[in-house]
C-alpha cells in the first residue's frame, strides 16, 4: 500500500534538490569577489580616476557582487612590487607602465624615445597585430595579463636650466624610470639618465640629487614638479602610457561571467581616462604657467636624430625581428 506521507516527503525532497541545482549557477554569479588595484600616483593624478571609474564600472556591472579597494601613491608598492605581486597573486590589477620590459623585453622597444612621433602612430601599432604579440609575450613571460592601454600624453623634460637644443642635454643628470631603453636613449642624446622610483622624484629634485627629470603633463602636474622646476621643454620624445593590467593568476581563478564584466568595465574605464587626459592636460600646463614654469620650444630634429642612434643597437639585444616590423608599420 502506498503511504501518503511517505511519498509527499520524497516528493519534497526531490523538488528541494531539484531547485538547489538549478540555483547553483546564480549561487555562483552571486558569490563575492573582493579584489584589489595598486598604482604609484596621487589620488589627483589622472591614473586614479580611470582607476575609480574602473572600480564603479566593475561594482555596477556586477550588481555590488564584484568589489574593488583601490591602492594609490605606492602604499602597497611601486611598480615593480606590483608586479611580483600580480605574479603571485597578491595584487589583483596594476597601473603599469614601462617596468614591464624587466619582466618581457619585447615591451621594451614601446620604450625608445622618439620611435613614434604621434599617438596616431603609437595607436595604429598596438592596435594591431604587433600590440597582440606584445599582449601574448607579456602574458606569457610575466604572468600579467593587459586588459587596456591608457593615453598619457606625450613626454616633456623639466629642468632648472633651459633647454633649447641637443647641446643642453650633455651631462644633464635627469631621471629616468627603471627602463633598460631609455636609459640607453637618453645616454645616446648627451644626458646622465638616472634611474629612480617616481615616488623619490620630487624630493631628489628639492636635495639637487637630481636637475631634471621627464614626464607627461599630467604626472608633472599631479607630482608638482613646478615647485621644484623652473622650465619644461617641449621635447614630445615618447608618447606615454600605462596598462591597465590584471594578474594572470587571478584571472584564471575567474568564472568566464565575472571575466566578461572586468572586460567590460576595463573598457568603459579606458575610454573615460583617455578623454579625461585630451581634456586636461591643456588646462594643467596652464595652471603651472601662471604659477611660474616657463616654456621653451627646443630643436627637437637634432634631440630626435641622436636618440634614433640608440635605437637598432638597443633593439638587437631585445627583439630586432619585431623592432624591424615596428619601423615597416610606421612606414619608415
Do not use: C
Not at 584589489?36 to 564600472?57: M, R, T
Not at 616633456?156 to 633649447?164: L, R
Not at 602636474?221 to 594578474?247: P, W
Amino acid at each position: 500500500m502506498i503511504n501518503p506521507a511517505k511519498t509527499l516527503k520524497r516528493a519534497s525532497l526531490a523538488a528541494l534538490a531539484g531547485l538547489a541545482i538549478a540555483t547553483a549557477p546564480l549561487a555562483a554569479l552571486a558569490q563575492e569577489l573582493n579584489l584589489k588595484l595598486g598604482h604609484i600616483q596621487s589620488e589627483q593624478d589622472l591614473w586614479h580616476f580611470g582607476a575609480l571609474k574602473f572600480k564603479e564600472e566593475l561594482e555596477t556591472r556586477s550588481g555590488g557582487a564584484i568589489t574593488l579597494t583601490i591602492y594609490p601613491n605606492s602604499t602597497i608598492g611601486g611598480d615593480r612590487d606590483l608586479v611580483e605581486g600580480m605574479q603571485m597573486g597578491t595584487v589583483d590589477f596594476g597601473l603599469i607602465a614601462g617596468v614591464l620590459g624587466n619582466f618581457e623585453p619585447s615591451i621594451q622597444l614601446l620604450e625608445l624615445p622618439y620611435l613614434f612621433r604621434s599617438q596616431e602612430e603609437f595607436d595604429t601599432v598596438i592596435g594591431g597585430d604587433i600590440g597582440a604579440e606584445i599582449i601574448e609575450n607579456v602574458r606569457q613571460n610575466a604572468n600579467v595579463r593587459i586588459l587596456n592601454w591608457w593615453e598619457r600624453g606625450s613626454r616633456q623634460v623639466t629642468s632648472k636650466k633651459p633647454i633649447n637644443g641637443l647641446e643642453d642635454l650633455k651631462g644633464l643628470k635627469i631621471r629616468v624610470p627603471e627602463i633598460p631603453a631609455m636609459v640607453t636613449t637618453w645616454r645616446a642624446m648627451g644626458a646622465n639618465p638616472t634611474p629612480m622610483a617616481w615616488s623619490e622624484v620630487y624630493t631628489g629634485l628639492e636635495q639637487h640629487v637630481i636637475d631634471a627629470q621627464e614626464n607627461p603633463i599630467p604626472f608633472i602636474y599631479g607630482g608638482r614638479i613646478g615647485e621644484v622646476q623652473d622650465y619644461l621643454a617641449f621635447t614630445n620624445h615618447k608618447f606615454e602610457y600605462v596598462t591597465l593590467a590584471m594578474s594572470e593568476l587571478r584571472w584564471s581563478q575567474l568564472t568566464e561571467e565575472q571575466r566578461q564584466i572586468i572586460i567590460e568595465a576595463a573598457a568603459a574605464a579606458t575610454q573615460a581616462e583617455n578623454e579625461a587626459v585630451r581634456a586636461q592636460t591643456s588646462e594643467m600646463l596652464q595652471k603651472m604657467v601662471d604659477e611660474g614654469l616657463q616654456i621653451t620650444e627646443p630643436d627637437t630634429d637634432a634631440i630626435a636624430a641622436a636618440a634614433v642612434t640608440a635605437h637598432e643597437p638597443f633593439a638587437r639585444t631585445v627583439n630586432i625581428d619585431l623592432y624591424n616590423r615596428i619601423i615597416a608599420a610606421l612606414g619608415r
